[in-house]
């Protein structure tokens, strides 16, 4: 494994106070994979074997609704949601209810239910590590909730703007217009308003 991907887990989990041996132990449990742009990491109604950790590239979760319209629940991209998976599914051994596509080539090491559990039985701090980042992730969809409720279209859009500009010109505006909840037309205009005022 190359010292990239070791500082990349290490900066991940120095707060946690693990021994170069259980840093090692972990590491060894992680396996590269590349999945291509229009590509799927889990598609729907399969169950969730693994936790990818993104290193780079760019994904989306989704979920087709009453009128099969596709409607995006959250992206994956460096440093923001680097955890990819269904964590229903994964947790509970159930057929997922989303699928995750690439929206770019991506790069993820990731690890098997099977092997993530081995390291909950022979690491201790694992299983506060595990606590940590499923907390983080209910925190972040819990914002996302909050965002959808409490703030009107033009707010959600310049909020997600201010904190990742550079997201529109990688994502399409009709999954933009999915995950914020508003009409396509909304980020034109949006986008249009930002170029007029430079």
């Keep these: 494994m190359s ?3 070791e500082n990349l887990i290490s900066g991940y989990l120095k707060d946690f106070n693990l021994s170069s041996n259980e840093l090692k132990i972990i590491i060894s ?3 590269p994979i590349t999945v291509k742009k229009g590509d799927y990491f889990l598609n729907e109604g399969k169950i969730c074997n693994q936790i990818g950790i993104l290193y780079d590239g760019l994904l ?3 979920y087709k609704d009453f009128n099969s319209e596709v409607q995006v629940s ?3 991209f460096f440093p923001i949601n680097v955890l990819v998976t269904s964590f229903d599914s994964f947790t509970h051994r159930a057929p997922s ?3 995750i596509q690439a929206l770019e080539d991506s790069f993820l090491l990731t690890i098997s239910h099977d092997d993530l559990d081995i390291l909950y039985k022979n690491i201790s701090s694992m299983n506060y590590i595990g606590r940590y980042f499923a907390e983080l992730s209910y925190l ?3 914002e996302r909730v909050h965002n959808l409720q409490a703030l009107n279209a033009s707010q959600r859009i310049e909020k997600l703007y201010s904190e990742f500009p550079k997201l529109f010109n990688r994502i399409s505006k009709k999954h933009l217009s999915s995950y914020l909840g508003i ?3 909304s980020i034109t205009n949006f986008l ?3 170029i007029l005022m430079k």
């Design 192 to 194: 249009k308003s930002k």
């Design 183 to 185: 009409n396509r037309n």
């Design 74 to 76: 959250r992206f994956f």
């Design 140 to 142: 972040q969809a819990m």
């Design 3 to 5: 010292q990239t991907i």
């Design 29 to 31: 449990k992680l396996k």
């Design 97 to 99: 209810n989303e699928s």
């Design 60 to 62: 989306h979760a989704y």
